[in-house]
């Protein structure tokens, strides 16, 4: 199948090419479209967002290249939001200002009780187990239960059209933290699909973890995607490109393991909608 690349990365954040670069090597491998998705710009001091003061030069930058490769292949323009309660400003905020396409939800930063320091979930895997022992007294049921409930109420509160890598906190865990069988893990899980399905959410399978042998399951796997299918939930496909060469990376991989998890589609984002694409 044709493929589209909807959570892109780029020099704009933390990605290694730059726009135009990805663009053309999308056209290269015969993409139907690519969405640009730089991680929003955060009121936290971190290193892999998108500065505040180069918004408008990305929309400018992706609007631009819209225009000169509109016979090639359709361009969209959308960010990956950070959720943080009370913190964060509005998704519909960012859709005005930037004139987004879609959005694309996530959660990287969990809060705690602290109010200056944050559970990183992505990175080595430190900075994931100084958050569980430091920020939930060294407690994972509770980390991993305030990662959920955030996402839940981003999911709730902000409704993005697309959900990233949603199970994500098992990443670092690398089953040593807690066990994805568990009882409460999978209370959290059902609790996560319930708001979703209210909600109207796509749920995208990301590729990342896989390609670049950070996990042995997508995100999300498991009971997780099981769940999505049993309720009916859309999902699509990402690869969360931060390179050129990263682009479709993975995906016929997840296109087998939905299909071996009973999905007929996914959905494309085509002329402003997200459509049903049959497998
Ligand atoms: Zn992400
Ligand atoms: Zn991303």
């Known amino acids: 199948m044709n493929y589209f690349s909807y959570h892109t990365h780029s020099t704009f954040c933390d990605?290694?090419?730059?726009?135009?670069?990805?663009?053309v090597r999308a056209i290269e491998l015969g993409l139907t479209a690519i969405g640009f998705s730089s991680h929003a710009p955060l009121p936290v001091k971190q290193s892999w967002s998108m500065p505040s003061e180069k918004l408008t030069n990305y929309v400018a930058e992706i609007k631009g290249l819209r225009k000169k490769f509109k016979a090639e292949i359709q361009i969209y323009l959308s960010l990956e939001i950070d959720y943080i309660p009370g913190l964060t400003n509005s998704f519909s905020e960012f859709t005005k200002v930037a004139d987004l396409d879609y959005t694309i939800g996530?959660?990287?930063?969990?809060?705690?009780?602290?109010?200056?320091?944050f559970w990183f979930l992505d990175g080595p895997d430190t900075n994931y187990i100084?958050?569980?022992?430091?920020?939930?007294d060294g407690d994972a049921k509770k980390a991993v239960t305030a990662y959920y409930e955030q996402l839940i109420e981003m999911v709730e509160t902000q409704k993005p059209d697309v959900i990233a890598h949603a199970d994500k906190v098992k990443m670092n865990s690398k089953g040593r933290f807690f066990s994805e069988k568990e009882t409460w893990y999978l209370e959290l899980v059902d609790r996560t699909i319930r708001a979703i399905k209210q909600n109207g959410s796509i749920v995208e399978i990301n590729s990342r973890g896989i390609y670049k042998k950070k996990s042995t399951s997508f995100f999300?796997?498991?009971y997780f995607l099981e769940e999505c299918q049993k309720n009916s939930i859309p999902v699509t496909i990402?690869?969360?490109?931060?390179?050129?060469d990263e682009l479709v990376a993975g995906f016929d991989l997840a296109e087998k393991r939905l299909k071996e998890f009973g999905f007929q589609s996914i959905r494309l984002f085509e002329e402003g909608h997200w459509i049903e694409h049959f497998l």
């Open 130 to 136: 100084h958050g569980i022992e430091v920020l939930f």
């Open 220 to 222: 999300p796997d498991h």
């Open 15 to 23: 990605g290694k090419n730059s726009p135009e670069e990805m663009v």
């Open 106 to 117: 996530s959660v990287h930063l969990v809060k705690a009780d602290s109010d200056t320091e």
């Open 238 to 244: 990402s690869s969360d490109a931060h390179h050129v």
